[in-house]
């Protein structure tokens, strides 16, 4: 699965967009970006993920470049309870050999402020 | 439908003792994941399983540790002699069924492990 590289921390005025970047300039052409987060000493969530087209479900919207060499999570109205620290893992699709393995980096650390 | 359930949620042990922890799959979910995050570190993946059967234990410390999901009931994750460094908070995931499915893990709120 290729590497993805995410900044360490954001900051984000509660009501205002959240964009945090993800990039992943070695992915290859039947890798997913999928995004999770995990809000303080809770389980990960899942977020969204996506292959190439831009995807949007209740929770946020996933960019991706139309190179696929990064992407953006968007949270459109950032609230307090978004603060966690947010994952971008490329993950080849299922008829690769990592069988649902997910591996978690360092992650961004987003704190969304009053 | 109700989430994964882990317990307990706080489980303390001396060292040298036993550590089980349960995890019950979201309903309909046939895979479940077990990953550990010690203190201050990421999520690491231990293990992967399909009802009685073990698919993926990479992750999982060669001794002392055990994982199992039998036919009925739910997952277990069993450390035996436990140490200090064991100390973590150990998630459970499912999922449904394969395909891009795998990897929309579904997790449970963790088991926090202290060895004293």
């Known amino acids: 699965d290729a590497k993805t590289t995410q900044p360490p921390s954001m900051d984000c005025a509660e009501g205002r967009a959240a964009n945090l970047p993800c990039n992943h300039s070695t992915i290859s052409g039947n890798e997913y970006v999928y995004w999770y987060r995990q809000i303080h000493s809770q389980g990960p969530q899942y977020i969204i993920h996506g292959l190439k087209n831009n995807e949007t479900n209740e929770m946020a919207s996933l960019i991706i470049t139309e190179d696929r060499k990064s992407s953006t999570l968007i949270l459109p109205h950032a609230t307090l309870r978004d603060t966690a620290v947010y994952y971008c893992?490329?993950?080849?699709?299922?008829?690769?050999?990592?069988?649902?393995?997910?591996?978690f980096g360092q992650g961004t650390i987003l704190t969304v402020h009053p | 439908n109700a989430g994964v359930m882990q317990n307990p949620r706080h489980l303390v042990r001396r060292r040298g003792q036993e550590a089980r922890l349960r995890c019950s799959p979201m309903k309909g979910h046939s895979h479940v994941y077990w990953y550990r995050q010690l203190p201050e570190e990421g999520l690491k993946f231990m293990v992967y399983?399909?009802?009685?059967?073990?698919?993926?234990e990479s992750g999982m410390p060669k001794e002392r540790f055990s994982a199992e999901f039998p036919k009925e009931g739910p997952s277990i994750l069993r450390i035996q002699q436990v140490v200090r460094g064991d100390s973590a908070a150990y998630f459970c995931?499912?999922?449904?069924?394969?395909?891009?499915?795998?990897?929309?893990?579904?997790f449970g709120p963790g088991t926090r492990l202290t060895v004293t």
């Open positions: 399983l399909q009802k009685e059967n073990i698919i993926d």
């Open positions: 995931a499912s999922s449904p069924l394969l395909g891009t499915g795998w990897y929309e893990q579904y």
């Open positions: 893992i490329a993950i080849r699709d299922a008829g690769g050999t990592s069988y649902g393995k997910l591996t």
